[in-house]
């Protein structure tokens, strides 16, 4: 694969002058939404009184969020009977999440950046315990790494140590169109110059639609398989079209073993009879990562481009009724075990859709 080591990012606006339609959709998207900075449309819980408060199991200790003129903040509340003791509060720095199932929020302490102990859960339009953070403890302590934001944003440098200290001007939130198709800069100087390149395969650009078909599924498995850097690989180090195995511990699991809904996606699809079946199936095969996919009947004609609705074995049963509803009864939502908050000592955990496309003989159709 040809890079220039000399290539630097450029930007959504560079793109979006010729790819204006596909850049406009692509904003819509979980992908691009998945890291912004804090305001009123980005961070989805409510700061309105009554609403803005998070107690805990500890009666003594509360969490408030707050918005000024100056930002919004989180702020933990420890009383005793009714004299405050002590509080602790931090300003939202980062939004992580775009909202389908929730939101977490980062801090900045100079130049290192943490995690709040409060976020935000779709399911419940309302405050919770951060994922792993102990209910009736105000915890804000927690580092967040060079990998958790080689998955939710684009481009960051490390000033590493400690291992959360970044150069705060170069992050670059959400996962832009330079993601996955590489630094854009030579790209963009040929196709804005007078004399552009005769073939589009010609363009200092990297299309993933070209890739071989195990390096398509490596880009997405940079984020949707979970592991980590292979010492002393640091992050952002993989670029689309290498071998992922080169940069990051991918799990590899045994034939049979647990993968979690939430963070195998890559390898449940590998297990799947589709997938082993088809020489050509990917990611994308049902996936446009330009658009939002809200609507599961989209996918059907994806299925029924294989199978025929006649062969199901609910068919018989319920006739066309099933004509829209392949993703609902085969690749099923179910609970990760990766991502557990709580809230008022309840735990909680998100129900992610189930990459492995099979027969689940527990689920009903609604």
């Given amino acids: 694969m040809a890079r220039s080591p000399v290539a630097a990012n450029v930007g959504d606006e560079a793109c979006a002058a010729c790819h204006a339609d596909k850049v406009k959709s692509y904003r819509q998207t979980a992908h691009a939404l998945t890291s912004r900075l804090p305001d009123k449309d980005s961070v989805h819980g409510s700061f309105s009184s009554g609403s803005n408060i998070l107690k805990t199991v500890n009666t003594n200790l509360y ?15 420890l009383r005793r009977s009714a004299d405050v003791i002590g509080h602790h509060t931090e300003q939202f720095g980062v939004v992580i999440g775009s909202g389908r199932k929730g939101q977490t929020y980062l801090f900045w ?19 919770v315990n951060s994922p792993g953070y102990p209910d009736g403890v105000a915890v804000f302590n927690r580092p967040v790494s060079p990998r958790c934001l080689e998955c939710h944003a684009t481009v960051f440098k490390s000033l590493a140590p400690p291992v959360n200290h970044f150069d705060k001007a170069s992050l670059v939130l959400g996962i832009t169109c330079e993601k996955c198709h590489g630094p ?47 010492p002393p690989v640091p992050s952002l180090s993989f670029v689309p079209g290498d071998a992922l ?40 095969t049902c996936h446009d990562v330009h658009a939002p996919q809200r609507d599961l009947a989209a996918f059907a004609p994806k299925c029924l481009a294989c199978h025929k609705m006649e ?19 085969h690749m099923p939502l179910q609970k990760t075990d990766l991502i557990i908050s709580s809230v008022n000592g309840t735990k909680l955990q998100p129900k992610v859709r189930n990459h492995q496309i099979a027969i689940y003989p527990e689920v009903q159709l609604p």
């Fill in 63 to 77: 969490f408030e969020m707050s918005a000024t003129n100056e930002g919004m903040f989180q702020t933990a509340w």
């Fill in 109 to 127: 302490k100079d130049d290192q950046l943490f995690q709040l102990p409060i976020s935000y859960w779709t399911e419940l339009a309302g405050w």
């Fill in 184 to 230: 854009g800069s030579e790209h963009a100087a040929l196709y804005h110059s007078k004399t552009p390149p005769q073939s589009p395969t010609n363009g200092a650009i990297l299309n993933p639609a070209r890739f071989a078909r195990d390096r398509q599924i490596d880009a997405c498995a940079l984020c949707h398989a979970g592991g980590n850097p292979r």
């Fill in 245 to 284: 195995d080169q940069f990051i511990d991918v799990p590899k699991p045994a034939p049979n073993a647990h993968v979690d809904v939430h963070g195998g996606h890559t390898q449940l699809l590998e297990r799947s009879r589709c997938f082993q079946s088809s020489a050509t199936m990917t990611c994308t």
């Fill in 311 to 329: 062969s199901c074995g609910k068919f018989a049963s319920l006739g066309r009724k099933i004509a829209d509803q392949c993703v609902v009864c």
